[in-house]
T-cell receptor, first 113, second 118 residues
Framework: DAGITQSPRYKITETGRQVTLMCHQTWSHSYMFWYRQDLGHGLRLIYYSAAADITDKGEVPDGYVVSRSKTENFPLTLESATRSQTSVYFC????????????FGPGTRLTVT | AQKVTQAQTEISVVEKEDVTLDCVYETRDTTYYLFWYKQPPSGELVFLIRRNSFDEQNEISGRYSWNFQKSTSSFNFTITASQVVDSAVYFCALSEAGSGGGADGLTFGKGTHLIIQP
């Protein structure tokens, strides 16, 4: 299916565990992004990537690691999950042309117990 | 740095009323882009509109309209004759041309939870 997908859609993990959230897009968009959504904060940018092997920190990068070995995939890893990382995570992609908006995935709801 | 403020945390109106969601932004760029996204209870983010800083014409799409005023740095969203299906969280967002129009990501407001009562 064309578009942007995230997996898993729901995840419960324990404090201290490593967890990876997957994001896959089929448009070959150059740019990809990870946001987290928390009540009272809206969406905040965690990391972004301009192309394969190019990543950069956003507003709230601490505790997260990203990689982008292929254009279509942009996994987000929580190396040692904390309760403060309980959130809804959205992946987005953008083709690089300002006439278009960012396209968002369906989100992953992560609970850290 | 850029900033988006949605001062209305929650608005509740009765169906068929008109409602305006406020959005005020801050940016040092002269070229920038403003967006509105809708997040229904199902959780996905739905794109509504994109506006660049050189286009101050108001936009109307059915019951939705947007008023962009550079003089007050505002990009307000009005729903006319609201319906229960309009109940959602609405986000205003900004990107700057200095970042390529979105390459550095979007800056979001905290969102306005709109409740339309039948």
């Amino acid at each position: 299916d064309a578009g942007i997908t995230q997996s898993p859609r729901y995840k419960i993990t324990e404090t201290g565990r490593q967890v990876t959230l997957m994001c896959h897009q089929t448009w070959s968009h150059s740019y990809m992004f990870w946001y987290r959504q928390d009540l009272g904060h809206g969406l905040r940018l965690i990391y972004y990537s301009a192309a394969a092997d190019i990543t950069d920190k956003g507003e709230v990068p601490d505790g997260y690691v990203v990689s982008r070995s292929k254009t279509e995939n942009f996994p987000l890893t929580l190396e040692s999950a904390t309760r403060s990382q309980t959130s809804v995570y959205f992946c987005a992609s953008w083709g690089g042309d300002s006439i278009y908006e960012q396209y968002f995935g369906p989100g992953t709801r992560l609970t850290v117990t | 740095a850029q900033k988006v403020t949605q001062a209305q945390t929650e608005i509740s109106v009765v169906e068929k009323e008109d409602v305006t969601l406020d959005c005020v932004y801050e940016t040092r760029d002269t070229t920038y882009y403003l967006f509105w996204y809708k997040q229904p209870p199902s959780g996905e983010l739905v794109f509504l509109i994109r506006r660049n800083s050189f286009d101050e014409q108001n936009e109307i799409s059915g019951r939705y309209s947007w008023n962009f005023q550079k003089s007050t740095s505002s990009f307000n969203f009005t729903i006319t004759a609201s319906q229960v299906v309009d109940s959602a969280v609405y986000f205003c967002a900004l990107s700057e041309a200095g970042s390529g129009g979105g390459a550095d990501g979007l800056t979001f407001g905290k969102g306005t939870h709109l409740i339309i009562q039948p």
